[in-house]
């Protein structure tokens, strides 16, 4: 499986971005997707997750509220929508997929990664 996400760039405080993340290849195997980012100096922290029926969720506090997270089936893509971004929300992004949303969002086994996507926001 291979996972392209995209949507980055550079948004002042308060607006908005989408990411995306295409799954392509064996994708007939369902996993759960996840988004995690990483700031310069700090770790690679799981921001929002979610099972490939869209049944089950998961937001890191931080995001709660401001995030959301959906997928569609049919274009194997994954969406997280970013509103009243924060200039704390600067990070690489990075979609990956493993095996449920517990697993993505406990520090469990990722088995694909996607490249990272630049989110800047200026305050």
């Known amino acids: 499986v291979q996972l392209q996400a995209s949507g980055g760039g550079l948004v002042q405080a308060g607006g908005s971005l989408r990411l995306s993340c295409v799954a392509s290849?064996?994708?007939?195997?369902?996993?759960?997707m996840g988004w995690f980012r990483q700031a310069p100096g700090s770790h690679r922290d799981i921001v929002a997750a979610?099972?490939?029926?869209?049944?089950?969720?998961y937001y890191a506090d931080s995001v709660k509220g401001r995030f959301t997270i959906s997928s569609d089936n049919a274009k194997n893509t994954v969406y997280l929508q970013m509103n009243s971004l924060k200039p704390e929300d600067t990070a690489v992004y990075y979609c990956?997929?493993?095996?449920?949303?517990?697993?993505?969002?406990?520090?469990?086994?990722?088995?694909?990664w996607g490249q990272g996507t630049q989110v800047t926001v200026s305050s």
């Open positions: 990956a997929g493993g095996t449920t949303v517990p697993t993505i969002s406990r520090g469990g086994r990722i088995d694909y």
């Open positions: 290849g064996r994708t007939y195997n369902n996993f759960a």
């Open positions: 979610i099972s490939w029926n869209g049944g089950s969720t």
